[in-house]
C-alpha cells in the first residue's frame, strides 16, 4: 500500500523527443489510475519512469514521502506486468509463479505460502502443475498477474496487460482485474489506449496527448465534464458528436436553416459576455442526447434523411447528416430505419457542450 506524487516530471530522451510534460499528480494509497491516450501520447514512458527504467529528466517522484528518482528498479517495491508477459514454458504455473521469489532467495515456506495465496486469489490452484502451453490465453494471464502478486509489492504497474486477448476475454479479464484490486487494496498505474478499459477500470483516468496531462478525473467526470475537445472526443464510443455551427447575433444557435434556442442553457451567459454571439463555435453533443424519430411518427424536430442504421441489441445507432457534418444518434427504435427515410431529430439542448474554436477549450457557465 502506497501514495505517490509526481512533481513536474518531465522525459527527453536523448535523442532529443520530450515525451512527458510537466506531469503532476498526487495518487492516493491503493487508488487505481489508468493512464490513457493515443500511441505516442506519453504513457508507458510515465510508467517506465515509475518502475525506475527510465530516467526521470527533470521533476520529482515521490512514492510515500520518498524521492524516487535515483533508486534502483529492484529497491523500489514495484510489480510490473506488461503486454508480453513470456511465461517460462518449461516450468509449471507453481513455479513461474514462485521463481521471482526463488531469485531472490526467499524462504522456502514463505515462497510456497505466497504462491498458494496468489493461486487462490487467482482460480489457478487446480492448474498449479500445469505448464503454460496446456493453459487457456486468459489462465495464462493470470499467472502473469500471480507472478506479480505473490511479491505482495506497494505498486502494480500494468502496461496493456489485456491487449494481446480477444475481446471477450478482455472484458471477462477487465472484471477480474477490477475485484483483484478491491481484494489487494494495493495502488495500481494501468497503461492502455482503450478509453473503455480506463472507464471501466479506474478510480481516475489521467488523459494524455503529446506528452501533456489534459484532465485528471474520475471515469464520470471525465465523460461527463470533459475540459476540452480532446478529452470530450477521445472518451465516449460512439464518440461524441462534434461540429462547428454559428451563434446568430441574439444568442440562438443556428443549424442551418434553423435556429435553436438556447437561452436556458448554463453556458448562456458566458457566451453573451465572452463575445460569441454572430461568431463560430464548436458544439458536441453525445449520441445518447439526439433524439431521432422517423418523420412519418408526426414528431416534431429538424428534418433530415438518415444513413445508415445499426441495431446493437438493446438500442441501435443511426447516421445521418446535419449539413455536411456526419452525425450519429443512439435510438431505441426497433425497426430497422431504412436509408434516405426522413427522419426528424432533436438535441438535448441542457446537454450541449460548448467549446472555443480557437482554443479548443470547454466553455462553462458561470460556477
Ligand atoms: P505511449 O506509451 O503513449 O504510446 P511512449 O511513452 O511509448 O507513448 O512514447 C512517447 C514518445 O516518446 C513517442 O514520441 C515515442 O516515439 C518516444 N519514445 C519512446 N521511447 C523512446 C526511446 N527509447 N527513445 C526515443 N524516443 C522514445
Redesign the pocket.
Known amino acids: 500500500m502506497s501514495t505517490m506524487r509526481f512533481e513536474k516530471v518531465e522525459?527527453t530522451?536523448?535523442?532529443?523527443?520530450?515525451?512527458?510534460y510537466d506531469f503532476s499528480m498526487e495518487v492516493k494509497d491503493g487508488e487505481f489510475i489508468v493512464?490513457v491516450?493515443?500511441?505516442?501520447?506519453?504513457?508507458?514512458?510515465?510508467?517506465?519512469m515509475v518502475a525506475g527504467l527510465?530516467e526521470i529528466t527533470s521533476g520529482d517522484l515521490f512514492i510515500d514521502d520518498k524521492r524516487v528518482n535515483n533508486i534502483a528498479p529492484k529497491d523500489r517495491d514495484i510489480a510490473m506486468v506488461f503486454q508480453n508477459y513470456a511465461l517460462y514454458s518449461h516450468m509449471t504455473v507453481y513455479h513461474n509463479m514462485a521463481f521471482s521469489l526463488v531469485l531472490r532467495k526467499e524462504d522456502s515456506d514463505l515462497i510456497h505460502e505466497r504462491v498458494m495465496w496468489a493461486a487462490d486469489i487467482l482460480g489457478l490452484t487446480p492448474y498449479l502443475n500445469r505448464k503454460p502451453q496446456y493453459l487457456s490465453g486468459g489462465q495464462r494471464q493470470r499467472v502473469a498477474l500471480g507472478r506479480a502478486i505473490v511479491r505482495n509489492p506497494k505498486i502494480f504497474l500494468l502496461?496493456?496487460p489485456l491487449s494481446n486477448l480477444d475481446a471477450k476475454l478482455r472484458s471477462t479479464m477487465r472484471k477480474e482485474l477490477k475485484e483483484l484490486h478491491h481484494r489487494l487494496s494495493t495502488t495500481m498505474i494501468y497503461?492502455t489506449?482503450d478509453q473503455i478499459e480506463a472507464l471501466t477500470l479506474a478510480d481516475r483516468i489521467v488523459l494524455?496527448k503529446?506528452?501533456l496531462v489534459q484532465q485528471i478525473a474520475t471515469p464520470y467526470d471525465i465523460y461527463y465534464d470533459p475540459v476540452n475537445l480532446f478529452v470530450a472526443n477521445f472518451i465516449g464510443t460512439p464518440p461524441m458528436n462534434i461540429f462547428t455551427l454559428r451563434l446568430s447575433e441574439t444568442g440562438e444557435l443556428e443549424v442551418f436553416d434553423n435556429k435553436i434556442d438556447i437561452s436556458g442553457h448554463p453556458v448562456y451567459p458566458t457566451l453573451r459576455k465572452g463575445g460569441y454571439f454572430g461568431k463560430d463555435i464548436v458544439i458536441g453533443v453525445r449520441p445518447e442526447n439526439i433524439k431521432v424519430s422517423r418523420a412519418s411518427s408526426g414528431a416534431i424536430g429538424l428534418p433530415s434523411v438518415a444513413d445508415v442504421y445499426e441495431l446493437l441489441g438493446h438500442d441501435a445507432l443511426l447516421h445521418f447528416n446535419i449539413g455536411n457534418n456526419s452525425v450519429v444518434a443512439k435510438t431505441a427504435e426497433r425497426d430497422e430505419i431504412q436509408t434516405n427515410e426522413p427522419i426528424v431529430y432533436t438535441f438535448e439542448t441542457e446537454h450541449i457542450y460548448f467549446f472555443d474554436k480557437e482554443t479548443e477549450a470547454r466553455i462553462y457557465g458561470d460556477k
Open positions: 522525459k530522451y536523448i535523442n532529443g523527443v520530450q515525451a512527458v493512464l491516450g493515443p500511441s505516442g501520447c506519453g504513457k508507458s514512458t510515465t510508467l517506465r527510465e502496461d496493456e497503461v489506449h494524455m503529446d506528452g
